[in-house]
Antibody, heavy 117, light 107 residues
């Protein structure tokens, strides 16, 4: 059974860089995307972006100038970096494995990231 | 970008009620729509992919239908475990987009 775990800093200073990593055990990213989403406090889900096993990336246009998603296939890990963060980036960030042609079926536990000095 | 509009935003219902949530896309997305259930403090859980395909382990009281731009999630007999927030997501084209969510609470 595929399990997704994520980790990274929960507190980031304004203008700093948010960095999170996601690992998949019991499965692979081949045939699927590593997908990142976020959820601000009390609000709905926002899709951030995805990367496939060929390392092709797709980003939310509202974040594309600040976000990089990368893949380490040898470790079954993918990473999210968001630069120049502000308080508006405070949210719970989720990693998920999304098979081609389906919704995301394996999610990480979520990471609360707070942007504050 | 494809906009996803969910309705209603909040729905009050009782156990064993039949519940229907709708999702409308700003352009045709068939059949590339997923439905998720999210409980407070938890990650979303996929219920349905490709508009009507029930994901493994999801109770049969959940069903999805629709085509083109209009889609529906139906819970045939609401159970206590079903009180949650539901989201649709289109994956027809990038950027992917979620609906605004529908909170199902106890009447």
């Amino acid at each position: 059974q595929v399990q997704v775990q994520q980790w990274g800093a929960g507190l980031v200073k304004p203008s700093g860089t948010l960095s999170l990593t996601c690992g998949v055990s019991g499965g692979f990213f081949s045939g699927s995307y590593c997908s990142w989403s976020r959820q601000p406090p009390g609000k709905g889900l926002e899709w951030i972006g995805e990367i496939n096993h060929s390392e092709t990336t797709y980003y939310n246009p509202s974040l594309t100038s600040r976000v990089i998603i990368s893949l380490d296939p040898s470790r079954n890990q993918c990473s999210l970096n968001l630069i120049s963060v502000t308080a508006a980036d405070t949210a719970v960030y989720y990693c998920a494995r999304r098979p081609y042609y389906r919704g995301s079926n394996s999610w990480g536990q979520g990471t609360q990231v707070t942007v504050s000095s | 970008d494809i906009q996803m509009t969910q309705s209603p935003s909040t729905l009050s219902a009782s156990v064993e009620d039949r519940v229907t949530i709708t999702c409308r896309a700003s352009q045709s997305i068939s059949p590339w729509l997923a439905w998720y259930q999210q409980k407070p403090g938890k990650a979303p859980k996929v219920l349905i992919s490709q508009a009507s395909n029930l994901e493994s382990g999801v109770p049969s009281r959940f069903s999805g239908s629709g085509s083109g731009t209009d889609f529906t999630l139906t819970i045939s007999s609401l159970q206590p475990d079903d009180f949650a927030t539901y989201y649709c997501q289109q994956y027809h084209s990038f950027p992917l987009t979620f609906g605004g969510g529908t909170k199902v609470d106890i009447k």
